[in-house]
């Protein structure tokens, strides 16, 4: 995976991104195929910006609010 300056990856694995929330990788695909959470799909591998999880933080923090993934689908870049 390609790091950014900070020396986190740019894009993560659905292993990778299902490690770091805690769930099952089974339960992230099909996330993903229901259009609930952000990927890109190469070929037959999806993977997903590490920037999405830091927007859907701080958008957790800013608002106080809970958010859903499904409102940053299409917002990766």
């Known amino acids: ?9 740019d894009w993560l ?3 990778e991104m299902a490690k770091q ?6 339960t992230l695909y099909r996330a993903i195929a229901a259009g609930e959470f952000p ?3 190469i070929g037959r591998r999806l993977f997903i910006p590490a920037r999405v999880l ?3 933080a701080e958008a957790a923090i800013s608002t ?3 958010v859903t993934a ?4 299409g917002e990766a870049s």
């Open 70 to 73: 499904a409102d940053f689908c």
């Open 64 to 66: 106080g609010r809970v």
């Open 21 to 26: 929330l805690g769930m099952a990788e089974m």
């Open 54 to 56: 830091e927007r859907m």
């Open 39 to 41: 990927a890109v799909r």
């Open 1 to 9: 995976m390609q790091e950014s300056t900070e020396g986190k990856p």
């Open 13 to 15: 694995n659905v292993a």
